[in-house]
């Protein structure tokens, strides 16, 4: 079993920076593949980010890349991402998840283990 626990997000102009947070317990972090997803009202929840169990390969949705970072700290227990030059479309609620595979997937169901989310709400 693994327990994820969002933080960091906010309030935050358009064109702003937030660095929310996942931090993990339970079985073994290296283990598992971490994403980020992301939910607006209305919409299906959808694939923002992934990060390989070293954090070399990582894997990001064509809305985000290049304003978006995802990263781990494995001593840490934690993942991160880092989003940068925020627009009023990035507004949503930010899960983290855990797959317990060697393999990235930007599918929710290929993922094990769900945080409770944590809003991030962009103004102009």
């Known amino acids: 079993q693994v327990q994820l626990v969002e933080s960091g997000g906010g309030l935050v102009q358009v064109g702003g920076s937030l660095r929310p947070s996942c931090a993990a317990s339970?079985?073994?972090?290296?283990?598992?593949?971490m994403g980020w997803f992301r939910q607006a009202p209305g919409k299906e929840r959808e694939f923002v980010a992934a990060i390989s169990w070293g954090g070399g390969v990582k894997y990001y949705a064509d809305s985000v890349k290049g304003r978006f970072t995802i990263s781990r700290d494995n001593a840490k227990n934690t993942v991160y991402l880092q989003m940068n030059s925020l627009k009023p479309e990035d507004t949503a609620v930010y899960y983290c998840?855990?797959?317990?595979?060697?393999?990235?997937?930007?599918?929710?169901?290929?993922?094990?283990?769900w945080g409770q989310g944590t809003q991030v709400t962009v103004f102009s």
């Open positions: 339970g079985r073994t972090f290296s283990s598992y593949v």
């Open positions: 998840a855990a797959r317990y595979s060697s393999r990235y997937s930007e599918l929710r169901r290929d993922y094990d283990y």
